[in-house]
């Protein structure tokens, strides 16, 4: 890349426009380029290099120029990328404004903010954490909401936060939903996918799970992802990542062996499960719980 637009797309987030191109590039050179891959549109005239990965910042500085503004706001699952809780993957970036987009994937909010609601991020506007979570618990469905919410509990936000932040979002779509959703927030969630099925076991009527419940056994602590201590339950999360490889099942049958040593009773919840047929995993604990419920009261 020649000097000029080098030190542009440097100061950019690795993006350059049509007209910056052509300051040191004709239009056939510009064409040939894209021909060949090298170069790659993000939005309307605005264009990365092959080799350079669209991140959040990327994407949200190819809209405003895309957009001709001197500063863009980044929101919803964009802004919760930059703040480091997003829960979705989407190949999606979200902005506030008023000009219409030109792109399927870049979606522009017409949503009133007030400057208090807005942070900074290396450099790119973006509204604040609060502000963010609040905006996702009330659009995103119920288990991503929760998730969302449980994510950045983790990195910080407080429960008193989210609520103050709340008031400013009353009769706004999904504002009942975010507020029943606060009262479920746990930071002890250490995934989404946990998040998600902690919500499904309470709407399903059972007893709040407690995340990450550590149960000492005669070979040391052993933490489950839920679990209802009072009656000696837990429920697992079998995530690919953790539960498949050469050792996984001779590592999960010895740790679950201690927990059955100790009276305990595991359950297991997958992503088709937990996404599809929540009964699956639900009806057993109910079951076991009432089970256990009896041999406590007939002691």
Request: glycine share 6%; charged share 25%.
């Amino acid at each position: 890349m020649r000097p000029q637009l080098e030190g542009l797309r440097d100061k950019q987030f690795g993006v350059f426009t049509t007209a910056q191109a052509r300051i040191e590039y004709t239009r056939a050179e510009l064409r040939a380029r894209l021909h060949r891959g090298e170069w790659v549109p993000v939005f309307h005239g605005v264009y990365r290099e092959a080799t350079v990965q669209p991140g959040p910042e990327l994407r949200v500085e190819a809209a405003r120029l895309s957009m001709g503004l001197p500063v863009l706001i980044a929101a919803y699952d964009t802004a919760a990328e930059l703040h480091g809780f997003s829960v979705v993957e989407r190949n999606t970036t979200h902005v506030l404004g008023v000009q219409l987009s030109r792109s399927k994937h870049l979606v522009v909010h017409q949503d009133r903010l007030d400057p208090t609601q807005v942070a900074s991020i290396n450099g790119v506007s973006v509204t604040t954490p609060a502000r963010t979570t609040i905006d996702l618990a009330r659009t995103l469905n119920r288990m991503d909401a929760l998730a969302t919410l449980d994510a950045a509990s983790r990195l910080g936000l407080s429960s008193d936060e989210l609520r103050e932040e709340l008031t400013r979002h009353h009769r706004r779509r999904g504002f009942r939903q975010a507020a029943g959703l606060i009262d479920l927030v746990d930071g002890r969630a250490e995934s989404p996918m946990e998040s998600r099925t902690r919500l499904r076991c309470i709407d399903a009527g059972l007893p709040h799970p407690q995340p990450q419940l550590e149960v000492r056994t005669p070979d040391g602590p052993r933490r489950l992802d839920l679990g209802w201590p009072e009656y000696r339950i837990g429920l697992e999360y079998d995530s690919v990542a953790w539960h498949t490889g050469m050792h996984a099942a001779a590592r999960d049958n010895v740790r679950h062996n201690h927990l059955a040593t100790r009276g305990w009773t595991i359950f297991y919840a997958t992503a088709l499960t937990v996404l599809h047929q929540p009964e699956l995993f639900t009806h057993p604990i109910r079951q076991a719980i009432n089970r256990r419920r009896v041999e406590s009261n007939g002691r």
